[in-house]
């Protein structure tokens, strides 16, 4: 694979989009499930995402998984590609996940600066990092001219703590952070909630995402975030994030089974 035909990749055309700060939708997946995945990337989505940290799947599932947004993306209105929430920022995590095909990584629990260093070493080949050669999958979408790979591998770090939200103006600094993404739940219980939905935390966790956003684009930086369903992706969208997760495949599942029960109930 030439250069030019590296550069001109559904994944680094993703990853040019993400940085350009374009209004992407993604999916989030928890569920080992490669069919299920197939049939979600035929839907048109920008990417879905495979959670490593907090999703049932292991690495043959984060594998097959992206295998088949691969195959099902192919299918699909528009090429859909594969992101890994990573279990930490941790080479042999990271290093799996792009190993196995994803596009990028989303890294969790960021508290400062130098662990955003840190998750971009881990993400990038030599001399930007000290990421392992070994691409088992992704070669074959992302060939072997490692300047290229380092240029589309796509690197957002979580800013989901109460350091990370503290120093959130340094890490968007960083170089080679591509984006902020805000794990919701977690910022909302690292700024005094209760529980992740504590309507008595709205407020705070409002200003948060708000100095989030000023950050992230102050340093020329997309910001992403979760959404329960359609309507929230919207409204983050309209208030200025540049890419959603929608969340998610379980639970989704599990409300659009009940709402047919319930249907056929009332006959």
């Given at each position: 694979m030439t250069r030019a035909n590296q550069s001109a990749t559904p994944?680094?055309?993703?990853?040019?989009?993400?940085?350009?700060?374009?209004?992407?939708?993604?999916?989030?997946?928890?569920?080992?499930?490669?069919?299920?995945?197939?049939?979600?990337?035929?839907?048109?989505?920008?990417?879905?995402?495979l959670d490593q940290q907090h999703g049932l799947m292991g690495y043959s599932g984060i594998?097959?998984?992206?295998?088949?947004?691969?195959?099902?993306?192919?299918?699909g209105p528009r090429p859909t590609v594969g992101l890994v929430r990573t279990a930490a920022n941790d080479p042999r995590c990271i290093g799996q996940a792009l190993d196995a095909g994803a596009a990028g990584v989303i890294v969790p629990m960021i508290d400062d600066a130098e662990a955003a260093r840190e998750a971009v070493?881990?993400?990038?080949?030599?001399?930007?990092?000290?990421?392992?050669?070994?691409?088992?999958?992704?070669?074959?979408?992302?060939?072997?001219?490692?300047?290229?790979?380092?240029?589309?591998?796509?690197?957002?770090?979580?800013?989901?703590?109460?350091?990370?939200?503290d120093n959130v103006a340094e890490i968007a600094a960083v170089p080679g952070v591509d984006a902020l993404y805000v794990g919701p739940y977690d910022l909302t219980l690292a700024i005094g909630g209760g529980h992740p939905d504590d309507p008595a935390a709205v407020e705070a966790r409002d200003a948060?995402?708000?100095?989030?956003?000023?950050?992230?684009?102050?340093?020329?930086?997309?910001?992403?975030?979760?959404?329960?369903?359609g309507d929230t992706a919207a409204?983050?969208?309209?208030?200025?994030?540049?890419?959603?997760?929608?969340?998610?495949?379980?639970?989704?599942?599990?409300?659009i089974a009940r709402s047919h029960l319930d249907r056929a109930r009332r006959v």
């Open positions: 994944v680094a055309d993703f990853v040019r989009r993400v940085r350009e700060r374009e209004p992407l939708v993604g999916y989030w997946l928890l569920a080992d499930s490669p069919v299920m995945t197939e049939r979600l990337a035929r839907t048109g989505f920008d990417y879905l995402c594998r097959d998984g992206l295998m088949a947004i691969d195959a099902g993306g192919a299918l070493r881990n993400a990038k080949y030599p001399p930007l990092g000290r990421r392992s050669y070994g691409p088992m999958r992704s070669e074959l979408r992302r060939g072997s001219d490692l300047a290229v790979v380092n240029d589309t591998t796509l690197v957002a770090v979580m800013i989901e703590t109460a350091a990370g939200l948060a995402l708000h100095r989030i956003l000023r950050a992230g684009h102050a340093a020329g930086k997309a910001v992403g975030i979760h959404a329960d369903d409204a983050r969208l309209a208030l200025g994030f540049d890419f959603i997760s929608i969340e998610g495949d379980l639970v989704h599942l599990e409300q």
